[in-house]
């Protein structure tokens, strides 16, 4: 994993992704991510553009939005106040993110 990342809990207990400032969107988009079979839904149409089977895949989520393309994949949360509205991450490293969240989640969702 190229970018650093750490589980946190919220004012409200929930624990969540927090990633580096320029990659950080793409938090509000992987915690919005409530099942392991979401997680690999996902993961599938990642490799599907790195195999090149599709050309991109954009995945709409609650208030973000990802576009998935073979080397890059771009996060907008279009509800942000403040700027950013989007960061982007190469492609293989996304799919590295959603694999982590994935693992984490019997943790992140237990009880």
């Known amino acids: 994993m190229k970018y650093?990342?750490?589980?946190e809990k919220d004012p409200f207990g929930d624990l969540?992704?927090?990633l580096p400032e320029e990659i950080s969107i793409f938090s509000d988009f992987i915690e919005n991510i409530a099942t392991e079979e979401q997680a690999n839904e996902y993961i599938d149409y990642i490799e599907k553009v790195l195999e090149g089977i599709y050309e991109d895949f954009e995945i709409e989520l609650?208030?973000?939005?990802?576009l998935i393309k073979k080397d890059v994949t771009i996060v907008?949360?279009?509800f942000r106040i403040e700027e950013p509205y989007e960061n982007s991450?190469?492609?293989d490293q996304f799919r590295e993110l959603l694999i982590i969240w994935r693992?984490?989640?019997p943790e992140i969702?237990?009880?």
């Not at 609650?62 to 990802?66: E, H, L, Y």
Request: hydrophobic share 35%; glycine share 8%.
């Open 103 to 105: 693992e984490k989640m």
């Open 62 to 66: 609650n208030a973000t939005s990802v």
């Open 76 to 78: 907008e949360n279009s």
């Open 109 to 111: 969702f237990k009880g």
């Open 89 to 91: 991450i190469e492609t």
């Open 16 to 18: 969540g992704m927090v």
């Open 4 to 7: 650093t990342y750490k589980f």
